[in-house]
């Protein structure tokens, strides 16, 4: 399904592959049609597409721009924001968790 998605507007999402040199057929190719191969950035968005949900990613690599002037970490939304499912996840290199809302007391 995702390689589908990138494949049904390549100039969409070619900004979005961290291999710059890389086309999308080469890219599902390479990064989304063989098993146990990382999600990347790219993927999510496609996926956020078709399962009309909003996902956020919350990124903390260690980099200055990581985290903004006001102490909060970058985020980047994908997804409708009408969603009525929204999921987050903190990004470390490599690596993504699932964060879960502070329960409302």
């Not at 086309?23 to 098993?35: A, N, R």
């Not at 996840?89 to 007391?105: A, M, Q, S, T, V």
Request: charged fraction near 20%; proline fraction near 6%; glycine fraction near 6%.
């Amino acid at each position: 399904m995702t390689g589908t998605q990138l494949k049904s507007d390549p100039d969409r999402f070619v900004p979005y592959l961290e291999d710059g040199s890389l086309d999308i057929i080469q890219f599902c190719s390479k990064s989304v049609e063989p098993m146990g191969v990382e999600c990347t950035m790219v993927q999510v968005l496609a996926l956020a597409e078709i399962f009309n949900v909003q996902v956020k990613i919350e990124y903390l690599d260690g980099h200055d721009n990581s985290i903004s002037n006001n102490n909060k970490l970058m985020q980047h939304q994908f997804g409708p924001s009408t969603s009525k499912t929204s999921l987050t996840f903190l990004y470390r290199p490599g690596h993504y968790d699932i964060l879960y809302p502070k329960e409302k007391i």
